[in-house]
């Protein structure tokens, strides 16, 4: 069986960003163009992003969103964006939430790319975040990605230290299976 690709194997999720580096304009303009290019349904590209630098008022409007126990660790980040998708009232295929997944994958494969990681966080205040940015009714946040270079782990709250100096587990390929069709074929 092929390698996976380093790009997808050393990716990881951490929680200790540099505070103390920043993303170029450039940077944050190739993360968004591989964004771009994820695939869609019907090539609509039903995502939306809204760009955080540190300290800057769109980051800070991300930031009070979020809640306080990752705001511990998300606001040493480089960037913050904001994910969000159509609402299905806007999204005749019902894909986008599916067509955002492809989108941030892209540019976490990209951020990859970089040296620089990526984590995303999933518990905000998605009524706090359209009205703090305006967004359009037809826009419904999903995600923040927190975009950064690696910092010192031992920086962190106690309580995270463990989950980010942990070994990083995976289920098995055969437990993601729904059939057993396959799962001979699988290593």
Known sequence: ???LTPLLAFRWSPR????SADLGPAEVGVLLEAARWAPSAANRQPWRFAVGQ??????KRIMVN????????AGR???LLLAAHLTPAADPHGCAPYDLGHAVAHLTVQA??????VCQLRDLDRAGLAA????PDDVHPAVVVAVGRLGDPLSLPADLLDSETGLRRRHPVADLLLTDATANSVS
């Open 77 to 79: 980040a480089s960037a």
């Open 66 to 73: 979020l809640p306080a126990r990752d705001q511990r660790w």
């Open 132 to 135: 703090d940015l305006d967004l």
């Open 54 to 59: 540190r300290d800057d008022e769109t980051w």
């Open 16 to 19: 200790s960003f540099d505070p």
């Open 112 to 117: 990859t790319a970089l040296g620089l990681h």
């Open 1 to 3: 069986m092929p390698d």
